[in-house]
């Protein structure tokens, strides 16, 4: 009900810049009142954000997360690949260079920089969005939003408080998040999440992964290579269900 009007931009995306802007509805007169705004700020928002901006759109960007990029740039695929990548040398390192003729001595992990150098190549890229959104003027509204009417966003801040915003057109990117499993309590400490395992303050000795899915496999694979006893639990017939069956 709430979705923008596709066809709106589909037909902006053959025009120049120049003769976009003029066919923009901005009937608005508050500062908090725009042509677009989008909800979330993953892969899908920042670059619908950025795109309706670059068209002539006073655009906005609503998101409730500390920090842009959603949950692939912050908790997922960028964090996740960035272990990948360098538990990948510490492995080639300690089982791969004996058999290339390399002997390599005392060697160890530091797994505080470790998770450093994963942290640094998160703020990297996220800082980039953020640097994309000031160059193509995407206000960015930090905070949680509902539908308080067709045109208008009520937004709680992080602080508790409410504010709104006004728009012609709303694009909903908010994506998702994990589901429990019945009678688990998530603590993030000795029963985590994917976004735990991303955090965590030590290499365990031992680790269940429940779900040999990507995630599961991607971060089972960073911890066993750091030496952790790994065991993954899928209630499919295969690891990896969902890829190809030549893969799994």
Known sequence: MFLTKSVNYLNLRTLSGNRIAPLLSRFYSSPTEYDTVVIGAGPGGYTAAIKSAQFGAKTACVEMGNTLGGTCLNVGCIPSKSLLHNTHYYSEAKNGFKKRGIEVEGLSVNFKQLMKAKDDAVRKLTGGIEYLFKKNKVDWVKGKASFASPNELSITNADGSQSSIKAKNFIIATGSVSSDL????????????????LALEKIPKSMVVIGAGVIGLELGSVYSRLGSKVTAVEFLPEIGAGMDSEIS
Not at 182 to 197: L, N
């Open 182 to 197: 019945p009678g688990i309590e998530v603590d993030e400490k000795q029963i985590v999440s994917s976004t735990g395992a």
